[in-house]
């Protein structure tokens, strides 16, 4: 059986490239399997199949023709010449070269023998999960206050904290005897909080640990015993609050059913970094591996220095 290889000749023009493509003699020196050879190196027959297969689909190969065979071939021959052509220059022996083979071959043996599949969640393992939460799916208390706060400056005298504390009280005192309404409108008329002044002193919800609240202001009202009800003025170093509670919602625990997918996306993603954690212990085993704890812990890096950025048209070794 006759055997066709390619042999191209190096040329500067595209008329002596295309007579090169189209030279070729009939060897008897190919293996029963190749179909080409390029610097000793075969290419196989199921090599050009694949490269049909990507290039015409499902199309049948006795429906190819001669002439796009030789020119998946030739595309064939062309990348071995330029690897033949690099690994005479050395240039897969550069150290980036080997570098990026070497992350290859890791990225490559990684994907084979690690199946990063999805671990698959049972409902009991979700259940367990919830249970064994605590506090972590409770939202906390939640209060809706109203406060009237009546300024005093830190270096008031006695005698004017006094007075102040006096004011408070008996404003205090008034709005107990009146109602949410008389509240709002007390606080318009005394409150120096601008911010809440105008809004009957409504401060929204909140619960323990909110920034911007007076953590003593959330404790006063948590103590509270009904809803509407006012807690003892509580001092600050900014002056005095008045409070009162409009709203409250006990602490309650999420449902499961508003928790499960969480739950279910925490306990795949623990599963899965324990298959990752015991593929590298497998991956380990047997081999000797040494590290150097003084070294690392001595290791630095060199400072850079800053350095402005080079002019258009200026190379390395026009800057000092």
């Known amino acids: 059986m006759a055997w066709i290889a390619l042999a191209f000749i190096a040329a500067s023009t595209p008329s002596c490239r295309k007579s090169a493509e189209k030279d070729a003699v009939v060897s008897s020196s ?4 190749a179909v080409a050879s390029v610097a000793g190196q075969e290419i196989s027959e199921e ?19 001669h002439e796009q065979k030789l020119e998946i071939l030739e595309r064939l021959v062309r990348q071995e010449a330029i ?8 240039f897969d022996q550069s150290t980036e070269m080997r570098a990026r083979i070497k992350n290859l071959i890791i990225a490559q043996f990684r994907e084979q023998r690690f199946t990063n599949a999805t671990p698959v969640v049972s409902e009991l393992e979700i259940q367990a999960a919830y249970e ?28 004017k904290k006094a007075e102040t ?21 007390l606080c318009i008329k ?17 619960s323990r640990g909110a920034s911007g609240v007076e953590p003593a202001l959330v404790e006063a009202l948590e103590k509270a015993a009904n ?31 508003e928790v499960k997918e969480l739950l279910r996306h925490q306990i795949a993603r623990d599963k899965a970094a324990l298959a990752e954690g015991d593929f590298y212990a497998a991956v380990k085993r047997g081999l000797d591996i040494r590290i150097d704890q003084a070294r690392v812990e001595q290791l ?10 080079r002019l258009p048209g200026v190379t390395m070794s026009d800057t000092p």
């Open 30 to 33: 190919l293996s029963t399997t």
């Open 47 to 65: 090599t050009l199949r694949i490269e049909l297969r990507r290039r015409f689909g499902p199309t049948p190969v006795e429906t190819i023709t």
């Open 83 to 90: 690897y033949a052509q690099a690994k005479a220059s050395g």
């Open 132 to 159: 064994a939460s605590g506090d972590r799916f409770v939202q906390p208390t939640s209060l809706r206050g109203a406060m009237l706060f009546i300024a005093q400056p830190a270096n008031a005298s006695a005698e």
């Open 165 to 185: 504390r006096r004011r408070a009280e008996s404003i205090l005192a008034e709005a107990r005897a009146g109602d949410g309404l008389a509240f709002a409108e």
């Open 190 to 206: 005394h409150s120096d909080d601008q911010v809440t002044r105008y809004k009957g002193g409504d401060l929204g919800w909140f």
């Open 227 to 257: 809803v509407g009800d006012f807690a003892p003025i509580i001092e600050t170093s900014r002056g005095y609050l008045i409070t009162r509670l409009m709203e409250k919602r006990e602490a309650t625990r999420k449902p499961l059913a």
């Open 300 to 309: 630095s890096l060199p400072t850079q220095k800053n350095q402005p950025p």
